[in-house]
């Protein structure tokens, strides 16, 4: 009586010889399937064949496996057309100003700039001015806003505008009714470069250093 030579249970991992073999399943896997049922049939007992049933089940093993290897190059291939997408758009960004989290005043000639994504309605919106040393020196009352992107304006009325550089920043405070309301602080700064590492974009911007590509909230405005 001829041996039989398991291959169904070494690809499937049903023996212990293959058990440490999980990843056996790789580039060219659908070649080595057909060589390893080719050897089966040659090498089975004549009087106990291989059942279809296993046989059927395996080629479907190697079917959803081949399939997965090309869905994988496929999205892989996609991904990296995307980045490359991304890294275009955000060439058009450079020197350009945009919106990203941060508590820090855009001066401008007579005014800090600063903004706030609220989560949801707030019936009293106040923005509270801090020093570098975190002392709150203004208190902005904005009223009632809408949930979404919202932006404000800064005029000291007494004392002189105070530059970029002395540290001036602002934390937003928003409540309906009694309810607090998710409040994050925005602020403007400027694309200086763009940078791709690996699968992400990167900008470069004059205040925040290096930010991701995704944090930015709004362009220009």
């Known amino acids: 009586m001829a041996n039989t030579i398991d291959t169904f249970g070494a690809l499937n991992g049903s023996s212990a010889a293959a058990a440490g073999?999980?990843?056996a399943y790789e580039a060219g896997s659908a070649e080595r399937f057909l060589k390893?049922?080719?050897?089966?049939?040659q090498n089975q007992d004549p009087l106990n064949p291989a059942d279809n049933a296993q046989i059927t089940s395996q080629m479907a093993q190697i079917n959803?496996?081949?399939?997965?290897e090309t869905l994988n190059t496929t999205v892989q291939g996609l991904n990296s057309r995307f980045v490359?997408?991304?890294?275009?758009?955000?060439?058009?960004?450079?020197?350009?100003?945009?919106?990203?989290p941060g508590d820090k005043f855009a001066f401008t000639a007579d005014a800090g700039l600063g903004g706030f994504e609220l989560k949801g309605t707030a019936d009293r919106v106040k923005v509270e001015v801090l020093s570098g040393a975190g002392r709150v020196v203004d208190t902005i009352e904005l009223g009632a806003q809408?949930?979404?992107l919202n932006g404000f304006e800064w005029k000291p009325t007494t004392q002189a505008l105070p530059g970029p550089g002395?540290?001036?920043?602002?934390?937003?405070?928003?409540?309906?009714?009694?309810?607090?309301?998710d409040a994050s602080p925005l602020m403007r700064d400027r694309v200086l470069a763009v940078s791709t590492l690996g699968d992400s974009l990167s900008l470069e911007t004059m205040v925040s250093g290096r930010i991701d590509y995704s944090s930015v909230r709004a362009v220009g405005g």
């Open 36 to 41: 390893l049922l080719v050897t089966q049939m």
């Open 146 to 148: 809408q949930p979404g």
């Open 64 to 68: 959803t496996v081949s399939g997965l």
């Open 166 to 181: 002395e540290g001036y920043r602002f934390r937003v405070i928003a409540t309906n009714g009694s309810a607090a309301v």
């Open 21 to 23: 073999k999980a990843n």
């Open 84 to 100: 490359q997408m991304q890294a275009l758009q955000g060439a058009g960004l450079v020197g350009r100003d945009i919106t990203v």
